[in-house]
């Protein structure tokens, strides 16, 4: 039964064509979210992937603290 739903679910996502539509919202969500925080002075970075905005206390650019 699970495995059934499950099949019917990808049908209807493939027929409905899901994963072209969740990009094209997600790269407007993107610009809208870049958009309305991109100039803000605590916002570093606003990022697409995950749509993470990144606060920070100044804009300056800093050292990262990440091994590259």
């Given at each position: 039964m699970?495995?059934?739903v499950a099949a019917e679910a990808i049908r209807i996502y493939r027929e409905i064509d899901f994963v072209t539509q969740a990009r094209r919202l997600?790269?407007?969500?993107?610009?809208?979210?870049?958009?309305?925080l991109g100039d803000h002075p605590l916002v570093?970075?606003?990022r697409g992937?995950?749509?993470?905005?990144?606060?920070?206390e100044d804009?300056?650019?800093?050292?990262s603290s990440r091994p590259s």
């Open positions: 699970i495995a059934a997600g790269d407007h969500l993107h610009g809208a979210l870049a958009d309305a570093g970075e606003a992937r995950g749509f993470r905005v990144q606060i920070v804009r300056a650019p800093v050292a």
